[in-house]
């Protein structure tokens, strides 16, 4: 991280501050969009909050599941020949198998995009999600990376990196920037202009909370680009932590929920109610009795804190290392960074249907 210098200490706590001063925030979404459904709230929630930040762009990440493949392939092997060991039930692969089969599907048949093609499809369906807000999207939303990176100095180049260099020089206020998937843009952003770290705040939501014993490789956000990943911990670039596990797992909503107070609040409203009910994990997982199932909303605490930082409660700490064996080990020497460990699930989901109502001109 020679390329990076350390922040003053009084720069990095302004930067690390709780928001909530007397004018919108800048920020940038850098979002794997049609990873799932949570992101789609994310965006609506964020557009939809026009006094506590201004979107001034949106940027489509890559992602894949693909790295599941063999492990899969493998586990179902293993169970089927009877030589199943315990590596073979860690991410759920047991069941997951036992879930495919019991619907006559087997692991070859699972469906997983690349990179490239991930982030074109949150691309589009960023679009999506200004179309059905009714809101202007040019010049607004940009591709991003179609791979991640190969090495730890090798930034991949895309417009979402040069959107993010160009935003953070402008502007008289510093520039948060919400990560909601891997950080591929952001950090070759770092690496293309490192001088950029002073102008941004990056939230980002992945993994286990820093004091977990845990190995993160189950977070997709984290796992897919370790060479990004790493760099966002270790470079020193302002960072509000926000563990999906434990944390923002909490985030969970049900199907009458959903029906109850999202579905027919205007065309945004119904568009979140068909991805619910649409999930495309559901089928990647083979899960079934999704009307009686919750499903977590994950990306939504990225803009939770930025609406009331009391629903997302934080501290400051140590940025942690994440070693080869993708666990965390600490050095209190490290820069600092915020993290949170609670939410406020209640108040941060009535804010986001007292929106969906307002909009729909309920």
């Excluded at 923002?248 to 409203?269: D, N, T, Y």
């Excluded at 495309?280 to 199932?293: V, Y």
Aim: with cysteine; aromatic share 8%.
């Amino acid at each position: 991280m020679s390329r990076f210098s350390k922040l003053p200490e009084d720069l990095m706590r302004e930067r690390l501050a709780l928001p909530g001063g007397d004018r919108p925030v800048r920020l940038l979404i850098d979002t794997d969009a049609a990873n799932e459904i949570d992101d789609q709230y994310a965006i609506a929630w964020a557009l939809l909050s026009p006094e506590k930040m201004t979107v001034e762009a949106v940027t489509a990440e890559p992602f894949s599941f693909a790295h599941h493949r063999p492990e899969l392939i493998a586990a179902e092997r293993a169970i089927e020949e009877g030589t199943q060991k315990s590596e073979h039930l860690v991410g759920g692969f047991q069941g997951w198998i036992h879930r495919l089969h019991a619907q006559g599907r087997r692991a070859e048949d699972v469906e997983f995009v690349g990179p490239a093609e991930g982030m074109e499809l949150s691309y589009q369906e960023i679009l999506t999600v200004y179309e059905k807000l009714a809101i202007p999207s040019a010049g607004k939303v940009f591709r991003g990376a179609d791979r991640y990176m190969s090495a730890a100095d090798e930034p991949v180049p895309s417009e979402a990196v040069d959107t993010i260099i160009d935003l953070a020089k402008s502007g008289d206020d510093p520039l948060y920037i919400a990560a909601m998937g891997c950080v591929t843009n952001i950090a070759s952003a770092l690496l293309r202009a490192p001088e950029i770290m002073e102008r941004v705040i990056v939230i980002w939501t992945s993994s286990y909370p820093s004091t977990a014993p845990h190995s993160n490789r189950p977070s997709l956000n984290l796992f897919q680009d370790l060479h990004a990943s790493r760099l966002l911990f270790d470079c020193g670039v302002p960072h509000i932590y926000l563990p999906g596990y434990h944390v923002g797992a909490q985030l969970k909503i049900s199907h009458p929920e959903m029906e109850k107070f999202v579905k027919g609040r205007g065309a945004i409203g119904d568009y979140l109610w068909h991805l619910y009910t649409h999930n495309p994990l559901h089928r990647m997982f083979a899960l079934t009795n999704t009307e009686q199932r919750t499903w977590v909303i994950w990306d939504i605490i990225n803009i939770a804190w930025l609406v009331d930082p009391q629903w997302v409660p934080t501290h400051l700490t140590t940025s942690p290392i994440l070693d080869e064996s993708l666990h965390w080990r600490h050095d209190p020497s490290r820069h600092m960074m915020r993290e949170a460990h609670d939410v406020q699930r209640d108040e941060i989901f009535l804010d986001l249907f007292r929106k969906l109502e307002k909009a729909a001109g309920k």
